[in-house]
């Protein structure tokens, strides 16, 4: 035997394992470990995304401008609106359905 055949090593052998076997227990593998669990939990229901529910709230409009608002936006944040974007008109004018009706 040659000296050479002694220091080398027998070759490595190449883990056949998936990568997300391989991966430690990061925060980002917990995370999404917990995430499935829930969601194997909930019986695979997902949320889904809001944006649908979002867009059929903004039924307020402001009727010089026509920029959509959401059902929730306070009357003081309307006014607000009304005074910076349109200072010439009249609150009303913007959202007739302030109007108090006497």
Do not use: Y
């Not at 194997?40 to 995304?49: Q, V």
């Not at 307020?60 to 309307?78: D, H, R, Y």
Request: glycine share 6%; aromatic share 2%; hydrophobic share 30%.
């Amino acid at each position: 035997r040659s000296r050479l055949a002694d220091n080398l090593s027998p070759p490595l052998k190449l883990d056949t394992k998936p990568p997300e076997v391989i991966m430690g227990g990061g925060n980002a593998q917990k995370s999404a470990k917990a995430r499935q669990m829930k969601q194997d939990k909930m019986g695979k229901e997902g949320k889904g995304s809001q944006n649908a529910t979002n867009t059929a709230a903004m039924n307020i409009q402001c009727k010089v401008c026509m920029a959509p608002f959401m059902c929730t936006m306070s009357e003081a944040k309307l006014k607000e609106h009304a005074e910076n974007k349109h200072p010439k008109d009249d609150l009303f004018r913007c959202f007739p359905h302030l109007k108090v009706e006497a």
